[in-house]
């Protein structure tokens, strides 16, 4: 399996707090991801990067911002959560082959109240 | 609007019987296509892919179909397991392993 860890697990926040989720891997990829699963929609890509200090905007970005300072770890921010971000949050890494092949963290559960 | 459509949000199975999960898709300069398969408190699995310039590939009980001009793909599990029980997602890929999902399917095997 690819040694990718994502922290925390589980948090529960109020609406307007500052909330980070870290994927952490092992596998040195060059790209990473982050994508979040809802009812209906499936996984939807929020940002990507493709280096340290690259990073682009996914489909569903609003709200958050990313941080890749080193290759093992992607940081994802939600600078003030809000309730329609309550979600279960997939990090993912890649060794950039385009042939679409992820591997995928456990998640992060994240409740905004 | 959704590039990747999975049109059944479940299906049900006798064991030993065939799994056909479909999907269609809007945007033909997708390179591959993938399943994913998920179970509760996991991240996604890789199932099978193929790329876009064929249009079959088989891993074992696993086989995709594409049909390009229809654009649309399908997963046969022959025969389908107990342990085939879970949230299948079909994917498409463009460029920078930049991946586009359906919704999910939830696949129920009954024993």
């Known amino acids: 399996d690819a040694g990718i860890t994502q922290s925390p697990r589980h948090k529960v926040t109020e609406t307007g707090t500052p909330v980070t989720l870290r994927c952490h891997q092992t596998?040195?990829?060059?790209?990473m991801y982050w994508y979040r699963q809802d009812p209906g929609h499936g996984l939807r890509l929020i940002h990507y990067?493709?280096?340290?200090?690259?990073?682009d905007k996914g489909e569903v970005s609003d709200g958050y911002s990313v941080s890749r300072s080193k290759t093992e770890d992607f940081l994802l921010t939600l600078e003030s959560a809000t309730s329609s971000q309550t979600s279960v949050y997939f990090c993912?890494?890649?060794?950039?082959?385009?042939?679409?092949?992820?591997?995928f963290g456990e998640g992060s559960r994240l409740t905004v109240l | 609007d959704q590039q990747v459509k999975q049109n059944s949000p479940s299906l049900s199975v006798q064991e030993g019987r065939i799994s056909i999960l479909n999907c269609d898709y809007t945007?033909?300069?997708?390179?591959?296509f993938l399943w994913y398969k998920k179970y509760p408190a996991e991240g996604p699995t890789f199932l099978i892919s193929i790329s876009s310039i064929k249009d079959k590939n088989e891993d074992g009980r696993f086989t995709v179909f594409l049909n390009k001009s229809a654009k649309h793909l399908s997963l046969h599990i022959v025969p389908s397991q107990p342990g085939d029980s879970a949230v299948y997602f079909c994917a498409a890929s463009g460029y920078g392993n930049k991946l586009v999902f359906g919704a999910g399917t939830i696949l129920r095997v009954k024993s």
């Open positions: 945007n033909s300069m997708f390179d591959y």
């Open positions: 993912a890494i890649s060794e950039g082959q385009n042939t679409g092949e992820l591997f």
């Open positions: 596998e040195n990829h060059r790209y």
């Open positions: 990067s493709y280096g340290v200090k690259d990073t």
